[in-house]
């Protein structure tokens, strides 16, 4: 597996392990939903639970993804976080807490340009490997 997806895949597990905390009633309001409260609401621990679920799948889409599968959720998933990673990161911004500002919006920019990168060169061999037998497509950056 390529670096990016490695750090990808760190990255969305400890946002899932984060959500998870948060659905299971962890005081950890203040880093999340706009940082009103230490204690989410239930229907702000279920809509986390559900978040968590999501990171999860984004794993499994990046890591498809960069293991060269080209069905089609494994290349729209992937371009699909990088715009929800985008679109995370400003609304993370807009946001009045200061964990989401400074730390959440960063980590949304980083996992979606490690996404970008992903999806980029899937399609190319990773450097290293010779995959020319099977008739892949070199990178058009590879020396």
Do not use: K
Not at 35 to 60: C, E, F, K, N, Y
Not at 81 to 101: F, H, I, Q, T
């Amino acid at each position: 597996m390529r670096r990016s997806a490695q750090a990808a895949t760190i990255g969305f597990a400890a946002l899932a392990v984060f959500e998870a905390a948060l659905a299971a009633g962890a005081p950890l309001g203040d880093a999340a939903w706009g940082g009103s409260a230490a204690h989410l609401t239930t229907g702000q621990r279920v809509a986390s639970a559900a978040t968590a679920a999501l990171w999860l799948v984004a794993i499994a889409v990046v890591r498809g993804r960069d293991a060269g599968l080209a069905a089609r959720r494994y290349r729209w998933g992937t371009w699909g976080l990088v715009a929800l990673l985008g679109v995370s990161a400003l609304v993370n911004v807009a946001s009045e807490s200061a964990w989401e500002n400074y730390l959440l919006a960063p980590v949304a920019l980083v996992l979606a340009g490690l996404c970008g990168v992903v999806a980029y060169n899937a399609g190319f061999p990773a450097h290293g490997r010779d995959n020319s037998a099977n008739g892949s497509r070199r990178h058009p950056l590879a020396s």
